[in-house]
């Protein structure tokens, strides 16, 4: 005996024992008509017309209706008097066809009912503290704290299962490719991309710590080394960043290295295997996918991972050379967005005000460009490919020329402007479309960037990348033009993996970290074991890894990760479901010689 969530009426409940389902819950059609079946689920919905009662019985298949008819039995229906939402019961009967004004067309089952003659309540619910809506407007905490409910939620199983099915997917394609899965420790040492590590006190050698990994890259590294040619990971990592809307403390890659390989073999292997995932996912997409260097990119985009959904800018200073509208040399660019229409006095306000901000001068009236440059502008007309219904914008850099790097950043900011006119234009004409994939390989990055803070240069990707092999002289002569064997690939405007040509000798790794500023004692002290490993006939090799949490999001059409991960943290990097991070017994602390700082 027990009670159920309102406390009011015991209910006694039964056992599953030798029971099993003849079908599941979504599966029932027209043709089942006469079958007898038993279903188990849960009550979705329940409706009490006094001699009769409807559930909406739902498993992660569907929902079917089922029908406890007073006139049928008594007995039964009486017992469904009990039953509750989220109750969890089992009912045997028979399939009958519904009328056809009872017929539930939003219901794949809806042509059907089952008429219940056994029930069995195999547990009761508390009443959940949401409904099993697909659009709840309940806030996100609710849902986190009860993640277990939020997670039978249509719309979340089916984010689920789609991540499942993309794994699989993924996993599919790379094994016909030949990789093997091989996993790497969590435990391990600090490893370098460029975030801060969790670590992991040692109970048996006090004062030392294990560190998770922020990536496998040196351990599949290693794999080459060992022999392994091709292996991939599907594999959490760890980065202890900074707080910031879409990020999980850990959050899962899809992880790959291969041996004797340069760019476009890993191009081959990522694009078939893509192809595979979003067809998992009911996508069809198209292979070889586009590629650009990372200076095109800055050139024609102002960013390094361009939507190319929308146009390219493009750069216009050597026409208006000499005119008052000449930038002195520095970018001027035309930013074309189709299909605009008009728009009104306040929005171009708006667009000038976003452009001020960026240091951009906006000019915004492509009518009166036209009557104060005719040639300039037919040609701007010319290259963009301007139509009467686009926007049409100039922009160029009004601050003083900074010494470092301007170019880049008017560039920036110039592609920042076409990002906001886009965006703020874009439920116009559906120009980002979310069921348009465009994908794009971005390469040729640089090696270093100068980091302002630190006064030196830092690996743009990773220190481990390999530099172009005729700009290996530039690394000591002039690391800021030394171009990396790097990429990244990227999906409209999201960047779902970057990954690079690695080095492979040990005499270079030396150099490129000296190029970073450390000491050979240092480089020693850090990265030993992998100096150590290239030293011992490395095979050239080279890799990527993908961010699966990313990719399903946009696969599933959802705007956070926290919506395709099943136990995500909140921003602030908690667990509310089992409050984690929490407190330790002060014993365990002890153990491991760490001190306890009360709150
Ligand atoms: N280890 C890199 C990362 O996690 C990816 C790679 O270079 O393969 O971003």
Redesign the pocket.
């Known amino acids: 005996m027990s009670t159920n969530g309102e406390g009011q009426h015991p209910v006694k409940l039964d056992f599953l024992g030798n029971l099993r389902r003849t079908h599941k819950c979504g599966e029932l059609r027209a043709e089942n008509a006469g079958d007898r079946v038993l279903l188990m689920g849960w009550v979705h919905r329940r409706r009490d017309l006094g001699g009769v009662i409807f559930l909406h019985l739902r498993d992660i298949t569907g929902i079917t209706q089922v029908v406890f008819r007073i006139e049928n039995a008594a007995e039964v229906h009486a017992r469904a008097e009990h039953i509750r939402g989220e109750f969890v019961v089992a009912v045997e009967g028979n399939v009958e066809k519904r009328s056809a004004e009872t017929v539930n067309p939003n219901l794949p089952t809806g042509e059907v009912e089952v008429v219940v003659e056994k029930v069995w309540i195999l547990n009761e619910s508390k009443p959940a503290p949401f409904p099993m809506e697909d659009d709840l407007s309940v806030g996100e905490e609710s849902r986190l704290k009860h993640r277990y409910i939020d997670l039978r939620r249509h719309r979340m199983q089916q984010n689920i299962r789609m991540r499942s099915d993309v794994s699989f997917a993924v996993r599919n394609s790379l094994f016909e490719q030949g990789f093997h899965e091989i996993e790497t420790p969590f435990m391990t040492r600090s490893t370098p991309?460029g975030a801060r590590d969790f670590i992991i006190p040692s109970r048996l050698s006090p004062g030392s710590f294990y560190a998770l990994p922020?990536?496998?890259?040196i351990f599949?590294q290693l794999l080459m080394v060992g022999g392994y040619e091709r292996y991939f990971q599907i594999v959490r990592?760890f980065r202890d960043e900074d707080l910031r809307a879409d990020r999980q403390p850990e959050f899962t890659?899809i992880?790959l290295?291969m041996s004797f390989v340069q760019q476009p073999d890993v191009f081959v292997v990522i694009e078939k295997m893509l192809v595979r995932a979003f067809a998992a996912a009911g996508f069809q997409i198209e292979a070889p996918f586009q590629r650009i260097t990372y200076r095109e990119a800055m050139d024609s985009y102002g960013i390094d991972k361009p939507d190319t959904r929308i146009p390219p800018f493009h750069r216009v200073e050597s026409l208006f050379e000499g005119t008052p509208i000449s930038g002195n040399g520095l970018p001027m660019v035309a930013i074309l967005i189709p299909k605009v229409g008009q728009i009104s006095r306040k929005e171009r306000d708006e667009l000038k005000a976003f452009g001020q901000e960026k240091n951009l001068r906006v000019f915004d009236d492509a009518k009166r460009l036209e009557r104060d440059y005719p040639e300039q502008m037919a040609k701007v007309r010319e290259i963009t490919g301007a139509a009467e219904e686009d926007l049409l914008l100039l922009a160029n850099w009004a601050a003083e020329p900074d010494a470092h790097l301007p170019e880049r950043e008017a560039l920036k900011a110039c592609g920042q402007l076409r990002l906001y006119a886009a965006q703020k234009y874009a439920d116009r004409h559906k120009l980002l479309d979310p069921k348009k994939f465009n994908f794009l390989w971005v390469v040729d990055f640089p090696m270093f960037e100068w980091d302002p803070e630190e006064n030196r240069w830092v690996a743009a990707?990773?220190p481990f990348?390999s530099v172009h092999d005729e700009d290996l002289d530039l690394l000591t002569t002039d690391p800021a033009n030394c171009r990396a064997k790097s990429y990244d690939i990227v999906l409209n405007g999201v960047e779902l993996?970057?990954?690079?040509i690695r080095i492979h000798r040990a005499d270079v790794q030396q150099k490129v970290f000296s190029a970073l500023g450390f000491t050979p004692e240092d480089a020693q002290h850090r990265f030993g074991f992998l100096l150590e490993g290239l030293s011992y006939g490395a095979p050239p090799h080279g890799?990527?890894?993908l961010g699966l949490d990313r990719m399903v999001m946009i696969l599933a059409g959802e705007t956070s990760i926290r919506d395709v991960i099943a136990f995500p943290k909140t921003a602030r990097g908690t667990d509310l479901m089992c409050e984690a991070p929490s407190d330790v017994p002060d014993k365990l602390l002890r153990d491991l010689g760490i001190m306890h700082i009360r709150k």
């Open positions: 991309e922020q990536s496998p890259q599949k990592c890659q992880d290295e990707h990773h990348t993996g970057s990954g690079s890799g990527i890894a």
